[in-house]
């Protein structure tokens, strides 16, 4: 059974920061790309950053220059950095993975619980 865990948010004044982890247990192959997501209330979930297997990263525009994702592979982990906090910014957090379970299987995406980030003004 494979399960990402999300770890680290919480309640931040506006311009504060956090670090957000997600990591990946059970039996698998291998990881490809991991995303980090959010969903505010009465919106729909939104790419946050994604990070590919090699390292490659993406970031939704509005959150360029003030966050960063990385992973460790090793620790079949990924972080999201998140620097300069807003209100708007308060949303419940998910990763997911897109991960192989075997050689020839998968990769299926998984998602995480998600993790709360309120950012008070």
């Known amino acids: 059974q494979v399960q990402l865990v999300e770890s680290g948010g919480g309640l931040v004044q506006a311009g504060g920061s956090l670090r957000l982890s997600c990591a990946a247990s059970?039996?698998?192959?291998?990881?490809?790309?991991m995303r980090w997501y959010r969903q505010a209330p009465g919106k729909e979930r939104e790419l946050v950053a994604g990070?590919?297997?090699?390292?490659?990263?993406k970031y939704r525009d509005s959150m360029k220059g003030r966050c960063t994702i990385s992973r460790d592979n090793p620790k079949n982990t990924v972080y999201l950095q998140m620097n300069s906090l807003k209100p708007e910014d308060t949303a419940l957090y998910y990763c997911n993975a897109d991960i192989r379970l075997r050689t020839l299987e998968g990769p299926y995406r998984y998602w995480g619980q998600g993790t709360q980030v309120t950012v008070s003004s």
């Open positions: 059970g039996s698998f192959f291998s990881i490809n790309d």
């Open positions: 990070i590919s297997s090699g390292g490659s990263t």
